[in-house]
């Protein structure tokens, strides 16, 4: 090439992850409440795991393992939160008294 690296390659990906369902299905009254309880504690396992792979990787002492098997969740995010990855998180809130609780 003409700035004298070849070879050299600069790979990307985009990663959406939604984790705000519980809240709306409840809103929509769609779905059971055996459902909407499964689905909640799915979402609050994911969200733990993904505590946990991020204080593992912000820890000044690195540990040997970083628990990336522990969900679904980290298992498709390993490659962007590991590594020489940069990352960004979005939290949506909203600012409505009607939904203090959920926030």
């Known amino acids: 090439s003409a700035d004298g690296m070849a070879g050299d390659r600069t790979?990307?990906?985009l990663m959406l992850v939604d984790?705000?369902?519980?809240?709306?299905?409840g809103h929509t009254g769609s779905g059971t409440k055996k459902e909407l309880m499964r689905e909640s504690v799915f979402i609050n396992q994911s969200l733990f795991a993904l505590r946990k792979v991020i204080t593992s990787l912000a820890s000044r002492?690195?540990?040997?393992?970083?628990?990336f098997r522990d969900s679904a969740l980290t298992s498709l995010l390993k490659n962007s939160l590991g590594g020489n990855?940069?990352?960004?998180?979005v939290a949506?809130?909203?600012?409505?008294?009607?939904?203090?609780?959920?926030?």
């Open 61 to 67: 002492r690195r540990q040997a393992h970083v628990p």
């Open 92 to 103: 949506c809130l909203t600012p409505s008294d009607a939904f203090f609780e959920e926030n």
């Open 11 to 13: 790979r990307s990906s």
């Open 19 to 25: 984790l705000a369902g519980y809240e709306r299905v």
């Open 85 to 89: 990855a940069f990352t960004t998180m």
